[in-house]
């Protein structure tokens, strides 16, 4: 069966997204997929009670529906990985691409994600993602940007990650599945087993790279598909130090956990070890960090990345 044969739905997760998801639909009603091939699937994810009328009601939903199916479904339980398995339960359409709510695909995005799939072996794809900062950020993050769910560094070609053992950065920002290869391979019956991603304030992440590695365990390949492109609006925000440090926090903790689960990485005695090895480092040469191009905001997200790490994994709720 290859793209032409079958169909794509764009699941989008949101939570009080209703004043930032326009700029997206809008884009998604300007894609070059046939609409016999794609429909939109809006998950609306713990919201307010208005959240939804007010999505449903906006002109950038209207604009969306004149030209692709376009539902809305709302699902009570908080969590994006609560609300990507419902997404994925609310379709049949062979291929799903998971996008956040903040990112803007170019117009062949949802084409190349479905053709992707024409290789049988494919059961994970992700895309590239660009960054597009509301203001320049410093140096130190953009150093950084991968903390911000930003990869486009990867470059130009494709890459095919074969083996099931080995790590591939499959960020949610843009992330296709095989509908089928997900229900068979990732336990999406067993939320023990799963990290919840993003629930309340909890910055618990890697659900995306849960799926791939998932997948990938059960004999799919996952692919980097650089036309897959999006950009990534990062508010300014996100780049304060206090909030970069929580996200740092968050980043090192969840890889902790999702570094345990698949025994991918030294236990969490030796991760200690070695973190308090760098952090010892980063502090002796502290003078040269502040003179640095990184500079001393550098020298603290390097020294809370050392902090995250030395906290350790996050575990399920009530027991961390």
């Known amino acids: 069966m290859t793209a032409g044969q079958f169909r794509l739905t764009v699941v989008i997760p949101t939570h009080n997204g209703s004043a930032r998801i326009g700029n997206l639909l809008r884009v998604l009603a300007a894609q070059t997929i046939e609409p016999t091939r794609m429909d939109v699937l809006v998950v609306d994810n713990g919201s307010g009670p208005d959240q939804a009328r007010a999505i449903r009601a906006s002109e950038a939903f209207?604009?969306?529906?004149?030209?692709?199916?376009?539902?809305?479904?709302?699902?009570?339980?908080?969590?994006?990985?609560?609300?990507?398995?419902?997404?994925?339960?609310?379709?049949?359409?062979?291929?799903?691409?998971?996008?956040?709510?903040?990112?803007?695909?170019?117009?062949?995005?949802?084409?190349?994600?479905?053709?992707?799939?024409?290789?049988?072996?494919?059961?994970?794809?992700?895309?590239?993602?660009?960054?597009?900062?509301?203001?320049?950020?410093?140096?130190?993050?953009?150093?950084?940007?991968?903390?911000?769910?930003?990869?486009?560094?990867?470059?130009?070609?494709?890459?095919v990650w074969k083996a099931g053992d080995a790590f591939a950065p499959t960020i949610g920002a843009a992330l296709a599945v095989r509908r089928q290869a997900f229900l068979d391979a990732y336990p999406w019956q067993?939320?023990?087993?799963?990290?919840?991603?993003?629930?309340?304030?909890?910055?618990?992440?890697?659900?995306?790279?849960?799926?791939?590695?998932?997948?990938?365990?059960?004999?799919?390949?996952?692919?980097?598909n650089p036309a897959m492109t999006v950009h990534h609006a990062i508010a300014v925000e996100r780049l304060r130090p206090l909030r970069f440090c929580q996200l740092i926090v968050g980043i090192e903790r969840s890889r902790a956990a999702f570094e345990d689960k698949f025994e991918m990485a030294?236990?969490?005695?030796?991760?200690?070890?070695?973190?308090?090895?760098?952090?010892?480092?980063?502090?002796?040469?502290?003078?040269?960090?502040?003179?640095?191009?990184?500079g001393p905001r550098g020298w603290l997200y390097a020294v809370v990345s050392r902090i995250g790490r030395l906290m350790g994994a996050y575990r399920p709720p009530g027991r961390d």
């Open 62 to 159: 209207v604009a969306l529906s004149a030209r692709y199916r376009a539902t809305i479904l709302q699902v009570a339980t908080p969590g994006l990985t609560n609300a990507r398995i419902a997404g994925v339960g609310a379709t049949t359409a062979a291929v799903v691409l998971f996008v956040d709510d903040d990112v803007l695909p170019d117009a062949g995005c949802c084409d190349a994600a479905l053709r992707t799939f024409d290789a049988a072996h494919v059961g994970v794809a992700f895309g590239r993602v660009y960054p597009a900062y509301s203001r320049e950020p410093h140096y130190s993050i953009r150093k950084r940007e991968g903390i911000l769910a930003v990869n486009h560094r990867l470059g130009d070609d494709q890459i």
């Open 266 to 294: 030294p236990g969490a005695a030796r991760r200690r070890m070695l973190a308090l090895r760098d952090l010892a480092a980063i502090v002796l040469a502290t003078p040269f960090w502040l003179f640095s191009r990184d």
């Open 190 to 224: 067993e939320p023990h087993r799963l990290l919840p991603d993003r629930v309340g304030t909890r910055l618990v992440s890697g659900g995306d790279l849960e799926i791939g590695q998932f997948l990938a365990r059960a004999g799919w390949w996952r692919v980097y």
